[in-house]
Each structure stands twice: as structure tokens, then as C-alpha cells.
């Protein structure tokens, strides 16, 4: 029974625009729920999540900086304009408000029933996580009215701080729920998560543990906590709500891992990892991006152009550092095409054979690799800037943090799709005297970069003031998250303004990841947010904000 459930959570949805049926899904129609056991429900709906997840990278692998078209090849159109219209990128809305209807389903089953007090705080998290993700991007969207299926067909929407208020509440009052649940006497009946229902964490643990492996996902909630609360002390208007909240978060703790979604992965059709399906190769191994090659900007901060990285630079890019780049927009770029034949893709430094042997590394790993959800590098660079800015107390102002920021980035990428990390990544030996530890890595990393033009990027012992402080945290998270969450990236920079973008600069392709051909009337020529999907104009239209813009509407978080 337990292989059986594992298969039909894995074929649930694997891919941001799912393949295969979601055959768990009880909410096709929001608006017309079916019954179901939400124990069911709970799985596909995480699984869901990894793959949206993983779209919503994809998502802005161009806007974000990442990407760039090759020559030859036309029709990219508002990919290239940055004209995007209300009928752009359209999935992320609905896919988060389908995903969000089945954790909402949970909820309201469970409801009343205190011994499922794990699944119900397991629900409420991940609804937190979907709809921050979704404010991250369109600010005001439909919270408290939303999900009421025929209730509310025309849902109200809630100002973006509210939401993310709320949000916290959700989060804090699962923490709590989940703490009582472990403590609670064995005669309160609390019924453990088994492991097919959490493709996350796999499982709770039993009454005789006290349930220890709820102790992630509170975790994993407090991060998700922290990571908003940023973001939310960083508005003057909410810094005094925000502020006081962040001394509770210390006793929780915080991912100690990188917290990635695997509910068993492989190299079958529907089944494979949702990163890998959109930046790997199908099951025929082939490539699946083909007429796109990396941007001059982001290879910059490997090339030794803004800083050198040859270490992640090599196991993140084919052919480092002759890997081929374009400028977005540039139509005249000698650039050839992304692969070809065998099909080896830029994104990988190794061949598909290399990933069925889990001899792959960097971000394309394997059909098997589990989702990022959460990154501990990201985690770091939190911790540091909330340090940084007195929001959590450390003498060192993040100096540590900031280290582990960077050494956590290098160990997920030297880690296989099985998580097993790089045998070449040991002490150096006579049996293998090029094998350097990620720790020597890194401390090369902070020496080679002495002769940059901002070395405190790396040396944060060079980050003289809080400004560059934050700056070198901001362009490290950046780094860290590239082409892995390239949503969470583009929100650091949006947040931020970091890394520094130089508008008009002498080297337009490496200053700025503007399009050549951006039509953007903000100062940077980026994007600000995305437009509300035009069927919530069609069908919401009393409630829908009209004159939302591309170029000048901001996230209320985004204050730089």
C-alpha cells in the first residue's frame, strides 16, 4: 500500500505545467469540491507546491536576470520588450490558488478534530508559504475572501501587509499547535504523519520520540517566518510591528538543512524532479531548454568580470568560463544556440550519463534530485542582514552568517541528485591530491577576489559600513539562488537593489540585466511586478485593482 500511494503522489503533478494527471486533486474546480481524504489531499498538495516552486523559477529565469535568447531565432516578443500584458505568466496565479484550495481543503477537514493537530499545522504552513509567494509578485491579491468555493466567486482583495500579517499569525499559531502536539499526553490520541503523507520531511515520528520530526517543519515555518518579517521591517510603516517579532523566533530555531521536497523522484515519464524536468533533460535525454544560453550579467559574477568563482562557476555552467552567454534583447549577439548534439546543456557541467551514475553536480543534477523549497543559504543571508540590522543581536554583525551563506551555497551544489556530496570535496591526499574541502573553497573564494573592484562582496571583514554589508549579503543571496529560485533572487533585488545595477553603463550587457529592448519607463528599465491575470478582470472585475503597472506599481516591500 505504502508503494502504491508513494506512485500516485508522485505522478500527482510533477511539473509547473503538470503532464501528467493530478490524479489526487480534489479541487479542479475550486468552486466545486469533492470529497476526499485529506490524508491524500496533503501529499499531492506539497508535491504540488515543489513544482510550482520549480515554475516559479522558471518563471523568472528572464525577468530575474538569468537568461537570455540566442541568435537566430525571433518571436520572443514581450521576452524581449518587456511589454508583458495580463496574459503573461498567467500560472502562477492560478496554479497558487489551485494549490492553496487543497491545503484549505485540509484545514476544513480536520477541522474540530484535535488529534490531526500535525496534518492541520503541515496545511497551514504550506498555505502561508503559497500565498507569500504569491504577494511576493502581484501585492494585493484575494486572501481572506478567497477559497470559499461558491461562497465567495467574486473574493474581496486584501492590502499585501495585511496578508503578510496574517500570514505570521498562521505560522506562529502553527508553531505553537505543533509544540503542544509533541507534548500532549499519549491519552490525547495525537496521530502521527506517516511518511508517504510528508514527501518533505517524511513523517512526524511516533508518541515515543515525541514526535521529533515535527521539530523541521516548525523549522521550516520559523524561516519562512523570518524571511517575511525582513522583508516587512525593512517598510518604515511596519518596522515597529515587525521588529519586536523577531526575538521570537530565536527559540524555534531555524532549517538546518536545505529543506527539498522529494517524494521519490525518477527517470519516468510524469515522474521526474520538477527541477530537473525544466532545467534538465526529458526522459530521452534531451535537452529541455534549447534557445536559451546564460547572461552576460549573471556570468559575471563568476568570470572574474564583477567577482571570480571558478569553483561554482564550473559546476553550475557547461565549459566555464567559455560558456555561451548572450545580452536579453541582443538579436545581433554572435551567440550560437544553447546545446547541441549530444545535448548537453549549459546549465549542467555534466553529461546525462554523469547524472544517471549521480556523478552530476550543480544545479541540473538528476531526474531524481529532490525540489529546493527552501535553501539553508538563503537562511544565512537572512540571519545576517537581520543581524546586520539589529533585528536579532550578534556581536560579529553577521560576519558568520555571511560565511555560511556562501559555504552553504557550495555545498548544495557539489551535492548529487541522492544529496551525496562530491568525493573530490576532501582533504587533499596522495590518492587525490586536487581534492579541496568546501571550507578551503571558500576561504579561496574571500582570497582570489582580493583584487576586485568590491572584494567586500566576498571578505565581508572589507564591509566597512552597514550599506556595504547589506550590499554584499544581498549579492550573495543573489548568487546563491540563481537559476535554483530565481524568484526569490528577483525579490532581493527588487527589495534591495542589489547586486547594483548600472543604468547606461559602459558594459550594457554585464552593468544591467535590462533587455536591449526593455520598454520599461522605470529608472533601471526592470520590471517592478506582474500584472493581475486578465480572467480576474473577466470574471472579478468589481474587485480586480485597475491601473496596475508594470514599471511603476511596487510590492509594498519595495521601498529601495
Known amino acids: 500500500m505504502k508503494k502504491i500511494l508513494t506512485r500516485l503522489i508522485i505522478c500527482a503533478v510533477v511539473m509547473f505545467l503538470a503532464s501528467c494527471e493530478k490524479f489526487l486533486d480534489v479541487n479542479v474546480n475550486p468552486n466545486n469540491a469533492t470529497d476526499s481524504?485529506?490524508?491524500?489531499?496533503?501529499?499531492?498538495?506539497?508535491?504540488?507546491?515543489?513544482?510550482?516552486?520549480?515554475?516559479?523559477?522558471?518563471?523568472m529565469n528572464v525577468p530575474g536576470g538569468f537568461f537570455a535568447?540566442?541568435?537566430?531565432?525571433?518571436?520572443?516578443?514581450?521576452t524581449y520588450t518587456w511589454a508583458y500584458t495580463t496574459n503573461s505568466f498567467t500560472a502562477m496565479w492560478t496554479n497558487t490558488y489551485d494549490n492553496a484550495n487543497d491545503y484549505q481543503y485540509v484545514i476544513a477537514t480536520n477541522a474540530g478534530d484535535p488529534q490531526l493537530v500535525?496534518?492541520?499545522?503541515?496545511?497551514?504552513?504550506?498555505?502561508?508559504?503559497?500565498?507569500?509567494?504569491?504577494?511576493?509578485?502581484y501585492n494585493d491579491v484575494p486572501y481572506s475572501d478567497a477559497l470559499k468555493g461558491v461562497g465567495s466567486l467574486a473574493p474581496k482583495y486584501d492590502k499585501a501587509e495585511d496578508i503578510y500579517k496574517d500570514l505570521i499569525k498562521e505560522l506562529t499559531e502553527s508553531i505553537n499547535a505543533i509544540s503542544a502536539g509533541q507534548v500532549a499526553p499519549i491519552s490525547a490520541g495525537i496521530k502521527a504523519v506517516a511518511s508517504p503523507i510528508d514527501p518533505l520531511y517524511k513523517g512526524s515520528g511516533t508518541f515515543a520520540t515525541s514526535f521529533s520530526g515535527m521539530d523541521k517543519w516548525k523549522r521550516f515555518a520559523n524561516?519562512?517566518?523570518?524571511?517575511?518579517?525582513?522583508?516587512?521591517?525593512?517598510?518604515?510603516?511596519?518596522?515597529?510591528?515587525?521588529?519586536?517579532?523577531?526575538?521570537?523566533?530565536?527559540?524555534?530555531?531555524?532549517?538546518?538543512?536545505?529543506?527539498?521536497?522529494?517524494?521519490?523522484?525518477?527517470?519516468?515519464?510524469?515522474?521526474q524532479s520538477p527541477q530537473w524536468n525544466n532545467m534538465g533533460a526529458s526522459i530521452s535525454d534531451l535537452a529541455t531548454i534549447t534557445q536559451n544560453v546564460?547572461?552576460?550579467?549573471?556570468?559575471s559574477f563568476y568570470?572574474?568580470?564583477k567577482l571570480a568563482d571558478p569553483v561554482r562557476g564550473s559546476v553550475s555552467f557547461r565549459s566555464f568560463p567559455n560558456t555561451n552567454s548572450n545580452q536579453l534583447g541582443d538579436e545581433t549577439s554572435g551567440s550560437v544556440a544553447a546545446v547541441a548534439p549530444p545535448y548537453n546543456a549549459w546549465y549542467s557541467a555534466a553529461t546525462w550519463a554523469d547524472a544517471a551514475a549521480g556523478n552530476a553536480y550543480g544545479i541540473a543534477k538528476g531526474p531524481a534530485q529532490g525540489q529546493p523549497m527552501f535553501l539553508l543559504s538563503e537562511l544565512n543571508f537572512l540571519l545576517a542582514e537581520a543581524q546586520v540590522r539589529n533585528y536579532i543581536p550578534a556581536g560579529d554583525l553577521g560576519a558568520a552568517a555571511f560565511k555560511a551563506g556562501i559555504t552553504a551555497s557550495f555545498d548544495y551544489l557539489y551535492r548529487n541528485q541522492n544529496g551525496v556530496l562530491n568525493p573530490a570535496k576532501v582533504a587533499p591526499s596522495a590518492s587525490c591530491p586536487t581534492c579541496t574541502t568546501i571550507a578551503t573553497d571558500v576561504d579561496n573564494y574571500i582570497t582570489n577576489?582580493?583584487?576586485?573592484?568590491?572584494?567586500?562582496?566576498?571578505?565581508?571583514?572589507?564591509?566597512?559600513t552597514a550599506a556595504q554589508k547589506i550590499e554584499a549579503i544581498s549579492t550573495q543571496k543573489y548568487i546563491a539562488l540563481a537559476n535554483i529560485m530565481n524568484d526569490e533572487a528577483f525579490n532581493e533585488y527588487k527589495r534591495t537593489g542589489f547586486p547594483a545595477v548600472i543604468t547606461n553603463g559602459p558594459n550594457s550587457s554585464t552593468d544591467?540585466?535590462?533587455?536591449?529592448?526593455?520598454?520599461?519607463?522605470s529608472p533601471d528599465k526592470i520590471i517592478t511586478r506582474f500584472l493581475y491575470p486578465q480572467e480576474e478582470y473577466n470574471l472579478n472585475a468589481g474587485n480586480a485593482k485597475p491601473g496596475i503597472s508594470l514599471y511603476t506599481s511596487k510590492i509594498f516591500w519595495d521601498v529601495n
Not at 37 to 59: C, E, K, M, R, Y
Not at 294 to 299: D, E, H, S, V
Not at 512 to 521: E, I, L
Open 37 to 59: 481524504n485529506a490524508d491524500l489531499v496533503l501529499p499531492q498538495a506539497i508535491v504540488a507546491t515543489a513544482a510550482h516552486t520549480s515554475g516559479f523559477n522558471q518563471s
Open 69 to 78: 535568447g540566442v541568435a537566430g531565432v525571433g518571436g520572443y516578443g514581450a
Open 118 to 137: 500535525f496534518t492541520t499545522s503541515i496545511a497551514r504552513i504550506m498555505k502561508a508559504y503559497a500565498f507569500a509567494r504569491l504577494v511576493d509578485q
Open 223 to 271: 524561516s519562512l517566518r523570518l524571511r517575511m518579517l525582513v522583508k516587512m521591517a525593512g517598510v518604515p510603516s511596519l518596522n515597529a510591528y515587525a521588529t519586536p517579532l523577531f526575538a521570537t523566533t530565536a527559540s524555534v530555531g531555524y532549517i538546518q538543512e536545505d529543506a527539498l521536497c522529494n517524494p521519490g523522484y525518477t527517470k519516468e515519464a510524469g515522474r
Open 294 to 299: 546564460p547572461t552576460k550579467w549573471i556570468l
Open 303 to 305: 568570470n572574474g568580470v
Open 449 to 464: 577576489n582580493a583584487g576586485a573592484a568590491k572584494p567586500y562582496l566576498v571578505n565581508y571583514a572589507l564591509a566597512l
Open 512 to 521: 544591467t540585466f535590462a533587455s536591449k529592448q526593455s520598454v520599461a519607463t
